[in-house]
Structure formats: C-alpha cells, structure tokens
C-alpha cells in the first residue's frame, strides 16, 4: 500500500522510479575467475541460435551454372592431330603396354619393327582419350591406362607383329584396331591365322563354281556313257569279225 | 600413373607372377599398375629366373594375379576392389616375413 501510495504520488510529481531499483542481482560481480553461469532466458537463445555449418551436397547434385570450358594448349592439339593423321592412315593399330623396357630393348624391338614397316608411336594417355572420347573409336579408351605404346602399320602386318613381340616379353598386346574393326589380345591372333585376300577369293570362287561344273558333268553324264558303250560294242564287233580270216587262211594253207 | 612405391620391389623369393586380366574392364587400373611395378627392369633384375607372365583375356573376368614363392607358398589377389599400393603393400610384405624367416634360420 505504501508502494503504491509512493508510486501514486511519485508519479505526479514526474519522477518515475528506476526499474532497476526493484531487481535483485544475482552474483553482482560481472567478471569472475569461474564461469558466471547463464541465465535460464540467454541458454535458451544460445541453444535457438547455435550455429549449423552447412552439410556437403553430393558430387553433382547442383552442377555449376558455369561450365568451365578446358582450354586445350597448342601441344596437346598438335599431337591429336597428329593422332587423327595415324588413325586416318594406318590399316593397324595395336596397343602394347611397356612394363618399363630399357633404352636398348626398345630400340631392338623398334629396329626388328621396322624391318616389317611396323612403327612405334608414343603419345600422352590424356591426348588419346580426349581424341577417342570424340571419335568412333571411343571404346578403345579404357586400354589407355599407364605406360602405353602404338603399334601402327599401314598394310596390316599383325603376324610380323605378332612374332616381334613374342621376343620382348614385357611388352602386353591389350588390343588392336585392325581395318576399323576392335579386336581382343584372341582376336588379333585369331586374324593373324587366317589366310590372305587372294586365297580366299580363290577358294569362294572354287566353292561357287563347283555346282555349276557339277550341272555340266551332270548334263553330258549320260550321252558321254552311251558313246563309251557304243565304242565298247563296236570294238567287240570287230573283234570277232577279225578273228575267222586268221582261221581261214591257216585252213587254205593246210590244203595247200 | 600415380602409383609410385617408396621402396623397390625385391622378387629374391617369387618363383612365379602370373596375371590375368581383362583389358576392356574398367577395374584393371591397380592391376596394371602392379604389373608394371612388377615387371620393371629393377624388379626383374633382382631375380633373373623369376618369370612374370600375362594373360590378356576378353571375356569380363576379374583381374586377379597369382604368385607363387620359392617355397611352394601362393599368394592370390583379386585387383577389381584393391588399389595398386595396397596390392604392393601386401605381397611386400609377405616377401619381408619371408626374408626374416630366412634370415632366423640362418
């Protein structure tokens, strides 16, 4: 009642009392050597604005808006360029991984190479895959990992080739590219079994005319029998014909 | 290739390596890499009768090489989970247990 009397008469005469005058402070001492512990209603902000760092999204879920176009250095399209040239011209490529051969035994095997007109080519793993990733041959890309080397042949010599490598063992045939056709280790052995151009097209040619030769021996079969069996029969007839003068002269020459 | 070992490959107890791998997969990455690691001409000198031999197959098996040690022991690894180093990690160190078995019966 006192209060409110005070308030009352405190308030008309203008003065409005501090409201800092009615609170009670806890621990008054505002730096301490212990932590001051919280009050209840600053917990409670400090939880609501704790900070969240953001989560990592997944690797291609919100592509960059803009794409960063690589920009080839003038090397890198020199040597596609000189990769499409090999592509273009050479009937044979092989890809042979090089389990780190020394100086010497590449040269022997370059040397041994050469003498079937076979020749080595060295390019970056990165230049052929971006070569081949726009090419048609792009499904030759995953033979391009490591130490790799090209064998290229304009005329398709993949038996010399063959029997080369068969002499440098740390040499691995993986594949070749033989006439636009992708062919495994198997199949390029394979191919280098089968025999040459001309002689298959002679054996097609046999295989096509045979049933024709056999319709002519077929047609002229019979008359060619009846004019053996007609000669046959002659010869017979003259035959007995023959035989009666040799007895008549021996008998005239009896009665002589 | 990143792969790159600190320590060279000694092949003092490998009888035999032998790998079989498919070259059109896209799991040889490590597999050639321990074949080429293998099969380097460090590699081979330490043991000029060890033979390190490749299979190119093309029908979408799993990398696998197979070693066997001097003293019958095989050790078999299947490249399409393993890395190159982890693969040169373990067969070092079974050629490092056998050098100290070596070694003590010495």
New interface residues.
Partial sequence: MAATLCGTLLAKSGWLPLTQCGRVRHMSKSVTRHKRPMHIIKQKLMAVTEYIPPKRLAAGAYPSQNKKVEVESGLVLLLKKEVKTVFQDCKMIAVV?N????SEDMLTLRHRLHKHSLTVKFFPNQVMRSFLKDSEFC?MA??F???TVLIVSTQGKVKEMLSTLRGS??M????ACVDGTLL????VQHYSKLPSVSVVQGELVSGLTLLSSRTASLLRHHPARLSALLQQYVGQQGAPAAEPRPQESEGVAAQS | MAASSKSSVVLKAVKQVMVQMCPFESNVRSTREFLFMVGSEKARATNMNCEVSTVVKHDESEPVVDITFTDGERLVMKGAKLTGQEMLQAFQSRCLAKDTQAQAKK
């Fill in positions: 991984q389990n780190a051969s020394n499904n995953p033979l990992i490591g130490s063992p740390q691995v045939l993986l594949g495994s280790a198997q199949g």
